[in-house]
């Protein structure tokens, strides 16, 4: 088989399985917020790295797993069994997911959370969703297609939405509503370190009109995809499953996400799940 004839039928796979992530994300979003709006109880316990779980975590990782499941795609959770090395290490194809990213700002109750699904080829994030339940809004991205929002997405226990449907829907990024004067750096709003503030001071000497944004999540990416922010920098701990989404999508959208200091590309389906720090620099305006 050519790369050529490889690359097809990846994009294949991709075009019948993003309405299917698209649907999976609307979905444990539904989960999410059943457990946001209604529980007084979210069941919180630590991990063994110590970061939080909760409830709406477990619940929207069943969600998806089962949604996804007949697809027989292998998925990479945060929150699924751990998986060896030597088991994913030759997965031509996967699902990585982080079925509630913001745990945090989960519990802080801010809104500040989202639903990652990445498709991944060949250890390349190929196909994206990014889903924000609390503001209805849908980012998806295919790997040279583009990055786009969806807007009006209402959680739901049964989405039924298909690839016609969804391309009706899509405003391709960045916005031209987002251009704006001024920089504007995103840190992250319960994450930030000495060498965070000193990026800061750094870049608040390069641009005097500096704007910081605090934000919880990977919707940062999302923000920085639609030109509404400038750069980002994180110095804290990531996994992968963290950033595929996002990164796929702000590059999509003429963006680039690059590990900090060394300036080299983020790295997908490692021995060690852990990310370096990155920065990420905002989408381009045509």
């Not at 970061?51 to 996804?68: G, S, V």
């Not at 795609?73 to 079925?99: A, K, T, Y």
């Not at 209805?136 to 969806?150: F, P, V």
């Not at 992250?188 to 990026?199: D, G, V, W, Y």
């Amino acid at each position: 088989m050519t790369s050529q004839d490889q690359k097809l039928i990846v994009a294949q796979i991709r075009e019948h399985l993003l309405p299917k992530c698209f649907n999976a994300a609307v979905k444990a979003g539904a989960a999410i917020m059943n457990i946001y709006n209604n529980y007084d109880d979210y069941d919180i316990s630590l991990k063994s790295d110590h970061t939080p779980i909760t409830l709406a975590d477990r619940m929207a990782h069943n969600t998806i797993k089962e949604y996804l499941g007949p697809t027989r795609v292998p998925v990479l959770s945060e929150e699924g069994r751990e998986i060896l090395f030597e088991e994913r290490r030759n997965w031509e194809l996967f699902l990585l997911v982080d079925p509630l990213d913001g745990t945090v700002e989960f519990i802080k109750r801010n809104n500040e959370f989202t639903v990652n699904i990445a498709l991944l080829a060949e250890g390349e994030c190929v196909g994206s969703v990014l889903y924000v339940p609390c503001l209805k809004k849908m980012y998806i991205a295919a790997k040279g297609k583009g990055a786009y929002l969806i807007r009006n997405i209402e959680p739901c226990d049964n989405p039924q939405y298909e690839g016609k449907q969804i391309e009706a829907m899509l405003e391709r990024l960045p916005l031209e509503s987002n251009r704006h004067e001024g920089f504007r750096m995103a840190v992250s709003r319960s994450h930030q370190t000495p060498e965070t503030l000193e990026r800061i001071a750094h870049m608040r000497e390069l641009h005097p009109d500096l704007e910081l944004i605090e934000q919880g999540s990977s919707y940062k990416f999302c923000l920085l995809a639609e030109g509404a922010v400038d750069y980002y920098v994180r110095t804290t701990n990531t996994y992968e499953w963290d950033t595929a989404a996002g990164e796929l999508i702000l590059s999509e959208a003429g963006g680039k996400t690059i590990s900090y200091p060394d300036g080299e590309p983020l790295a997908y389906n490692k021995k060690d799940l852990h990310n370096p720090w990155f920065e990420a620099t905002g989408a381009k305006y045509e």
